[in-house]
């Protein structure tokens, strides 16, 4: 269907293109999978549970996987959803679309903001005596001009990106592996697989210990969706998303479980502590001198990447929200580059305040613990609002369910599963002040979210656009009806 653009715009018919292959939404779906908590967070996770840490990371990747296959499924019902917030649209109301839009748009500002400050640190440890700001600054202009260019040249920057975590993480494993075998021995002891259960057992600090790890580990899992924001770009989603998304429980093994079973062999859990990597620990006891430079500048890279997820995923999500009417017109318009230029510069300008804020002083390291929980809740709601969009799919079309090729396994028992271990994570976040207060904190975000709803939702403009987004959405389930139904009379 054809988008009339505003006769100010002189551009052609607005709409992204499909530029990223399946090694670039591959690579995505890696990159969203593995972020900074794994090389810097999990000496937290692991100082807090101990071995039992290793389940902790296995079920949450098992449960965030079926959220991934509702999210497939429903995004290939239909090829003109953009991303998640589309289809919560479609499925739930106009409001669902907005709440989950914008949520997910501040989700990743937080993260984004955070990115930034952790580059401008990771910079500062290369580069003693650098300016916190410059480092800031040029990470933000670097990655504004590489998503400016084309979707490709995203693609092609998370893809390397990517590759980077990928090979550290197997030089770890390697390395762990090899001086596991070769008998190393260190202060703490000998490198060997009976670590994992002669210090206390698998549970050490018992059943609050294991919860306190959900609590830090669920935010290492943030962005595991962002292969979703893909949808519209990607060649061939039909064959390409599948593949991306049914690869997560493989990556969730290799990269967390297997280098965490490493990281607690070679030296034992009570060795680790919170603010430390122990990527740079290992390294350092295998005699790499090089080891701190070596994971600094893989932490930075990390850190970028998550970076350029952000800016990515926050503006394909406010060009979306745009097009429904669900925030201003302007920021619908794509260049002659097809990227929504208008977009990206919002949100350069919001990781902007991420500079601002390292001069803010000694405390804001623990700010942006609140704010990285902040983030984590918002990030189960947007979950959660994928899973309900499942259930009424179900209930509204089970006629597409039913033609669809890539199935949610488990079907609807298996989203209140997840549900209920979304309970318990929220739960678990009640169990330390610190988090406490962050989980009281979130709900001041959706009265904000709320308020404007009330003053947006009766606009003409915004009725308007969503009118011509349904009317696309028609379009696209009809031609998909009468495909179905060609297809019935062809096997008659």
Request: glycine content about 8%.
């Amino acid at each position: 269907m054809t988008i009339h653009p505003p006769p100010s715009m002189i551009v052609e018919t607005p709409h992204l293109e499909r530029q990223l292959s399946n090694r670039h939404i591959q690579l995505i779906a890696i990159g969203g999978a593995i972020g900074t908590g794994l090389f810097m967070g999990s000496g937290k996770t692991i100082s807090a549970a101990g071995p039992s840490v290793i389940f902790v990371y296995m079920i949450i990747g098992f449960m965030l996987f079926f959220v991934m296959r509702a999210m497939g499924e429903l995004l290939l019902s239909n090829l003109h959803y953009k991303s998640f917030s589309d289809f919560a649209a479609d499925l739930l109301g106009p409001w669902a679309g907005f709440f989950t839009g914008w949520t997910y748009w501040f989700c990743w500002v937080i993260t984004g903001i955070a990115d930034v400050i952790a580059i401008a640190g990771y910079s500062q440890e290369l580069w003693p005596g650098l300016p916190l700001w410059i480092p800031g600054l040029v990470t933000i202009g670097i990655l504004l001009l590489l998503n400016l260019a084309t979707v490709r040249a995203f693609g092609e920057t998370e893809f390397w990106f990517a590759l980077i975590k990928i090979i550290a993480i197997a030089a770890l494993i390697i390395v762990g592996l090899f001086m596991i075998f070769s008998g190393f021995q260190s202060d703490a002891g000998p490198a060997t697989f009976s670590n994992l259960w002669s210090h206390g057992g698998f549970f050490p600090n018992e059943f609050m210990g294991f919860v306190a790890g959900f609590q830090i580990a669920v935010f290492a899992f943030v962005g595991i969706e962002l292969v979703g924001t893909t949808a519209a770009e990607a060649k061939d989603p039909e064959k390409n998303l599948p593949k991306a998304i049914n690869s997560i429980p493989i990556r969730v093994l290799l990269f967390y479980v297997g280098a965490l079973i490493i990281l607690m062999s070679v030296t034992p859990w009570t060795q680790f502590q919170a603010g430390h990597s122990p990527f740079i620990a290992m390294f350092s006891l295998a005699g790499l001198g090089a080891a701190a430079t070596i994971v600094n500048l893989v932490v930075l890279s990390s850190a970028m990447s998550s970076a350029n997820s952000g800016i990515y995923s926050t503006s394909r999500m406010v060009y979306g929200l745009a097009q429904e009417g669900d925030a201003p017109g302007v920021f619908s318009r794509l260049s002659r580059r097809k990227v929504p230029q208008n977009a990206l510069f919002l949100s350069c300008v919001l990781l902007l305040s991420g500079v601002i804020l390292m001069y803010a002083g000694s405390d804001i390291g623990k700010a942006f613990d609140m704010v990285t929980t902040v983030s984590a809740v918002c990030f189960v709601f947007v979950w959660s609002m994928i899973l309900a969009s499942y259930l009424k799919f179900r209930s509204r079309r089970p006629h597409l369910h039913e033609a669809s090729k890539y199935k949610m396994p488990g079907g609807i028992p298996m989203v209140w599963v997840v549900f209920a271990f979304f309970a318990f994570v929220l739960w678990a976040l009640t169990t330390q002040p610190d988090t406490l207060v962050a989980l009281l904190v979130t709900p001041v975000w959706f009265i904000v979210l709320g308020a404007a709803w009330l003053v947006l939702r009766k606009r003409p403009s915004h009725l308007a656009r969503y009118a011509t987004f349904q009317d696309e959405l028609q379009s696209d389930k009809n031609a998909a009806t009468e495909l179905l139904s060609k297809g019935a009379s062809v096997g008659q």
